[in-house]
């Protein structure tokens, strides 16, 4: 019923710029908020960051100033801008959202995963 997909990663070069996309769609009635979280290689999945749907953001204290989340509530989309980008940025990158939806019966809550990214920083 309710799906995410995510789309913008790639390999980019250290100190360049990727956007990352994050659309839901399906009988969404409302998205509350939406994140990125990722996972590197043999580690465990950490957040990037998460904004709410009145658009107070949360960021992770080490990519603070480099990262920046934003949302489109019209086009039920979160992005993730990573600017200066890292050789330790190498990751699967997951948006996350928490969506009340039409069940066709009334409605329902759940925390959804999109699919992933893979983003790869390297020269």
């Known amino acids: 019923q309710v799906q995410l997909v995510e789309s913008g990663g790639g390999l980019v070069q250290p100190g360049g710029s990727l956007r990352l996309s994050c659309a839901a769609s399906?009988?969404?009635?409302?998205?509350?908020?939406m994140g990125w979280y990722r996972q590197a290689p043999g580690k465990q999945r950490e957040l990037v960051a998460t904004?709410?749907?009145?658009?107070?953001?949360n960021y992770a204290d080490s990519l603070k100033g480099r990262f920046t989340i934003s949302r489109d509530n019209a086009k039920n989309t979160v992005y993730l801008q990573m600017n200066s980008l890292k050789p330790e940025d190498t990751a699967v990158y997951y948006c996350?959202?928490?969506?009340?939806?039409?069940?066709?019966?009334?409605?329902?809550?759940?925390?959804?995963w999109g699919q992933g990214t893979q983003v790869t920083v390297s020269s």
């Open positions: 996350n959202a928490d969506i009340r939806f039409w069940t066709g019966d009334g409605f329902s809550s759940q925390n959804y």
């Open positions: 399906g009988s969404i009635f409302r998205i509350n908020t």
């Open positions: 904004i709410t749907s009145s658009g107070s953001t």
